[in-house]
Each structure stands twice: as structure tokens, then as C-alpha cells.
């Protein structure tokens, strides 16, 4: 199945590792060194120009993405527990 993440981004939910909630995770110092290393590495894209609600880090055979998006954590866990079980949202 797949998760629409906004404007044209569309990941397969089985890549999912995780749903973070940008305001509750940003403010730890861990999680601002693993976005920044994230993006020195070309890592995260950037799924829209507004305000970033939540980020989507997924792993695959090929590669590691992370995916920052203006649609909150909630309501993504809620279209990806419909189609996933045993979902994480943090």
C-alpha cells in the first residue's frame, strides 16, 4: 500500500520506519544532529514550502529517505494504520 505524504509524494508504506512529530522531536538535540547529518548526506526531501508538520524516515533495499512534511504526524499515522499494522508515530 501507499502513503500520500502531500503535494506529489506518494511512499510505500512497508518503507516506513517512522513518523515524528516535528515540534515535539525538533527541540532535542539528537534529533536536530540526525536531520542536519540527514541533509549534508542529500538525504531529505522537503515535500512542501510550508510550515513542516512532521517528518518521515523510511528505508528501503536501495536507500534511506527522510521526508519532511506540512501534514501533522496524526493524521498521517491515521491513513498508514489503515493500511499497516503495528504503525509507529512519535
Known sequence: MY????QDYIVKTKDII??????????????KNFLRN????NMVTYV??????????LKNEKQER?????????TLAKRASHKKK?????
Open 66 to 74: 527522510i521526508y519532511v512534511s506540512s501534514i501533522s504526524s496524526t
Open 86 to 90: 503495528g504503525f509507529l508515530n512519535l
Open 48 to 57: 512542501s514550502d510550508e510550515l513542516p508538520k512532521s517528518f518521515i524516515v
Open 18 to 31: 517512522a513518523i515524528f512529530d516535528m515540534e515535539k522531536t525538533s527541540i532535542s538535540q539528537i534529533t
Open 3 to 6: 502513503l500520500h505524504l502531500g
Open 38 to 41: 540527514a541533509s549534508k548526506k
